[in-house]
Nanobody
């Protein structure tokens, strides 16, 4: 059974940092594109960042570019999201997701068949 388990969320003040982790089990995702999405209350789930499986090319939403960094450790089957200079508008549930392939970076929910349960990030002003 494929599982993606996020961790590292919490409460932080504006300007602070958090690092989210997503540990995969049930199969290896070393060659798959992995992504992070987030959903704030009343909003649709939106793309945050992704890292391509074939060559670790990354892509970011404009709202987090320069502040967030996605990386992966294939030996641990884990993906990370380093979030710096956090803002109150970053408050959301953050979800890890995996594509079935690693040849492109999708930014739509339907590009990702595998999802974690989410971890809450709250940024206070």
């Amino acid at each position: 059974q494929v599982q993606l388990v996020e961790s590292g969320g919490g409460l932080v003040q504006a300007g602070g940092s958090l690092r989210l982790s997503c540990a995969a089990s049930g199969r290896t995702f070393s060659r798959n594109t992995m992504g992070w999405f987030r959903q704030a209350p009343g909003n649709e789930r939106e793309f945050v960042a992704a890292i391509r499986g074939s060559d670790t090319l990354t892509r970011y939403a404009d709202s987090v570019k320069g502040r967030f960094s996605i990386s992966r450790d294939n030996a641990k089957n884990t993906v990370y999201l380093q979030m710096n200079n956090l803002k109150p508008e970053d408050t959301a549930v953050y979800y890890c997701a995996a594509q079935s392939t690693g040849y492109y970076i999708g930014i739509r929910l339907e590009n990702y068949p595998y999802w974690g349960q989410g971890t809450q990030v709250t940024v206070s002003s």
